[in-house]
Structures are given as C-alpha cells and as structure tokens.
C-alpha cells in the first residue's frame, strides 16, 4: 500500500470548500475528502509551527514533551534522561517510525527540520530532500522534487511520502503570474464592516492593521501580495483574496501530484492524509496573517483521510493531533516501543466505522507569540491569557464559537459559570499531564512558565521598547500607557539588558 501526507502549513480549513467556504479555492482537496472522512472538530494541541509538528510526531501534548515555543528550552524536546536507552522512546515511537516499523519506505519533501533546528522531526525517514530554503520555497519546487522522486518510485509497493507546502504561510509569496482570482469573488464571510475595522486600526500588538510584518509596516519586496499595512476595507479584501489564492495555489500542486498517481494507476491503493500545523487570524482578535493565539482560528486545522476500504463522511467529534500516531499504531496493529505513551485517542474506529469513547472537548496551548492556554468544548472557548504578548487580552476570554466564529463578543463577563467550567477543564488537564510526566521524564513542570522564566514568548523578547515608539508614532499613545502598566517587568528587564 502507498501512503501520501500532505502537510499544508498555515491552511484554516473554514477556508477550504469541503469545510463550506464560499470560494473555489481547493478543487483538488475537496476531491479528496469526497473520496474519503473529514474530521470537523480536529486541532493542534500546541501553536505554531514547531509546537504543532512536536505534537504530531510524537503523539504528546507539549506540556510532557517539552516543546510548547519558538526559542528557549521550550523549542527542545525534554531529555529523557537516565532512563534512555541505545535508541529514545521517541525515535522508536515517532509517527514515521511507525510506517517504518511496517515496513513501509518512507520519504519526505520538507525543510522544516533545518527551519526549527528540530532534527527529531526526521526520525523514522529512510530519505529527506530538503530543498534548503527553509520554508521559503514555493509549492511549485515542492511539487518538482514530489514528481522526481515518483519517478523513481510510483510504481513500488509500501511506500510513504510527505510533501509540507508553505504557500498559504506568511509572508504570502504565491506567483503574481497567477493573477487575482478572487478580484471578482465576494468575501464569504464579510464580517469586517467600517466598525469592526476602526478597532482593529486601533489595536495595540504585533501582526495587526497597522504592523503586518509584526512590529511594523514594512513588508518584504520579493512578496508583492504581502502588504506592510492596510488601510481600509479594500485592502482588507485584497488581503484575504491574497492568502486565499496561496491555498489555491498550493492546492494546485497537489493537483499535479494526484495526477501523477492517477496516470500511474496506483492512486486507488493511495492512502491520503491531508492535514496543516496551524490555522491563520484574517481579523479575528485584531490579527492579521498571524497563528499567534491559542483560539479557534489558529488551532483549528483541518484533517482529511482517504483510505482505501475504510470509512467516508464527516466524523464531527473532538480530536488533536497528537491523536494521528496512536490511530496509525492501531491501524498497523504495532504497540509502543518500551512501555512509551501516547497522550493522543486512537480515531482508527471512526475510520471503521465502529462506535468508540469520544472526547468531549481539547485543551489548547500557545507559547511562542503569547502564553495562552485554552478549553474547547461543546459551543465554547474559554482562553486564559498569562502572557499577551503585548497584545492588550484580558485576562479570560469567552466566545460561543457556533454563534461568534470569528470571536467578536467577548462573553466572559456575563457567563462567569462558563468560564469557572473552562478554567476547571484546563486544571484538571493540567494535573493529569504533569503527573504522567513525572513518571517518564523527572518532574519538571509546565514548559509555559519556563517561557516566563526565560523572558517571555520568542517572538516578543527585546521588542517591547521599540514597539511603543512606533505607537507614539502612529497615534495610539494610550497603548504605551497600557503596555507599561501591563507588562512593567518586561519593559524593566528590557530596559536592564540594554544598559549591560
């Protein structure tokens, strides 16, 4: 059998057809999941990008392994220590090993080992082409190593290969060759009206209206769709039209892919799985072209599976993605190598159609642009914010995500009980988690007040200064107001480091 991962980094699945989006803006993967299961309810456990594919390899929450940011010791997985072997329980128990351990060859068209300095991501490949842009290469470079490599190996039996697409990733760098297809095509979801855009002109924060880039409104100029800024509701739309069109384009490649293996008469016997890392904020919470919090938008992905003589439809429980691996171990009738333990719960019985215990919610974590964590359960998201990354959150949020999908009317004040339930889910995961930990890898507590140890999340160290000058500059002074009395440590530390 042959197995195919497409691995579309930064792809909101309420953007994709199958999902009910509006536009035409994934024919291809749409196709797939008519031949196959959608899950509806399927999320990262763990934002961005590295924590994501963390959790995806190793089937653990970031809370055990270790790696909830972008820098620090929380970019690292945890040691195991004195109870390491010849080989790690991760190396053994990797999601590649898997189809290893199977028998199965396995390849993949990816940088993001070199981009993240995470060369356990590796573990469990036979083969690696890794095209040495580090997530700067277009789907189109992606798709010519894909098609090089099926040459050589299309018509063989048991063989896995993973193909990561960043074309819908900021900056958004989709060919201009292409066009604007979606000039013409009203938003589906136009919920940004002149009032709702007059507050996200005046947020304070990296990655909103005024600072794209982050910090400010510059913007790369090999990246003619990525503006610094925008400026009104046109540009709004353009802006969305834009990331868009890079899911288009990304799906386009995989097009050429398929039809590879339609042509070569195997894609009948083609297992597809088509997932993301991340989600992308396109307004909600004030963020643009940003995966930085820890809520709907950013953490729900999509997951995707085709496989031949399994299961078609829509699957709507909840499910993460550390719940691949063990799925994968069932489906392979593999156990764990030396007594380790997936955090995840196998779905292999949804895929057979068979009745199983379903969660009924997922906590979520983000460290790398702030420090949330979170619950999802039935219509809810409660987010809890410790560190806001010089974001102005308040300290709890409440969004009925069924009536209020792109999280506008914050209800923690007036369902306090809700938030009381959203606050216990998160603590009692928490407790849970920890003490699992403390058995494998010698307690070491929550990596997410390690980040708060090491000066915050990555990407808003030693930025603090800087940014409330470009607020003065651009007509928010309160916010520096507000910045300073939120995040007085920061500003002290920073202000420390600069005078050493």
């Not at 190396?91 to 590649?96: M, Q």
């Amino acid at each position: 059998m042959r197995f195919l991962i497409l691995d579309i980094d930064t792809l909101r699945p309420d953007h994709l057809g199958c999902y009910g989006y509006g536009r035409e803006t994934s024919p291809v993967i749409d196709s797939i999941a008519e031949e196959g299961m959608r899950f509806d309810s399927y999320y990262c456990p763990n934002a961005p990008c590295l924590p994501s594919r963390a959790s995806l390899v190793t089937g653990q929450f970031g809370i055990r392994t270790g790696v909830v940011g972008h820098g620090g010791t929380a970019a690292d997985l945890r040691h195991e220590g004195f109870s390491r072997r010849f080989r790690s329980k991760y190396s053994h128990n990797s999601l590649f090993n898997l189809f290893r351990r199977k028998g199965i060859y396995t390849a993949s068209v990816s940088t993001f080992a070199e981009r993240h300095s995470s060369w356990w991501f590796n573990a469990g490949l036979n083969e690696v082409i890794n095209l040495g842009l580090g997530g700067g290469e277009t789907g189109e470079m992606v798709t010519d190593a894909a098609l090089s490599w099926l040459d050589r190996h299309e018509k063989d039996d048991n063989w896995l290969l993973h193909l990561n697409y960043w074309d819908p990733h900021t900056p958004y760098r989709t060919p201009m060759s292409i066009g604007r297809p979606f000039e013409d095509v009203p938003l589906p979801q136009d919920w940004i009206d002149e009032e709702v855009f007059a507050r996200h002109k005046n947020h304070v924060g990296p990655h909103c209206a005024n600072e794209i880039g982050m910090w400010d409104d510059s913007h790369p100029k090999n990246c003619p769709r990525h503006p610094g800024k925008i400026d009104d509701l046109e540009g709004v739309k353009r802006f969305i039209d834009d990331y868009d069109t890079g899911i288009l384009y990304a799906d386009m490649q995989i097009g050429k892919v398929v039809e590879r293996l339609k042509k070569a008469g195997v894609w009948e016997d083609t297992a597809v799985i088509v997932t993301a890392d991340h989600g992308e904020n396109m307004g909600e919470l004030g963020l643009y072209a940003e995966h930085g919090t820890a809520d709907e938008i950013t953490c729900r992905i999509p997951m995707i599976i085709k496989w031949p003589g399994m299961k078609t439809g829509v699957e709507k429980s909840f499910h993460t993605n550390v719940d691949l691996a063990p799925t994968l171990a069932e489906l392979f009738s593999l156990e764990p190598v030396g007594g380790y333990e997936y955090d995840g719960v196998s779905f292999a019985p949804a895929l057979r159609g068979e009745d199983y215990e379903k969660q009924d919610g997922v906590v979520l974590t983000q460290c790398a642009h702030v420090c949330q964590r979170s619950a999802r359960w039935g219509d809810w998201l409660y987010i809890r914010t410790v560190h806001g990354g010089y974001h102005l959150f308040p300290e709890q949020m409440l969004f009925n995500i069924k009536d209020d999908p792109h999280e506008t009317n914050n209800l923690a004040v007036k369902f306090p009980e809700i938030c009381a339930e959203g606050a216990r889910r998160i603590l009692v995961w928490e407790q849970k988690m920890l003490t699992r930990s403390a058995y494998d890898y010698g307690y070491q507590g929550d990596p997410m007040y390690t980040v708060l140890a090491e000066g915050g999340p990555e990407h808003c160290r030693g930025e603090l200064l800087g940014y409330m000058q470009r607020l003065r500059e651009t007509g928010r002074e309160w916010g520096v107001k507000e910045l300073e009395r939120i995040y007085a440590r920061d500003l002290k530390r920073e202000l420390n480091n600069k005078s050493i």
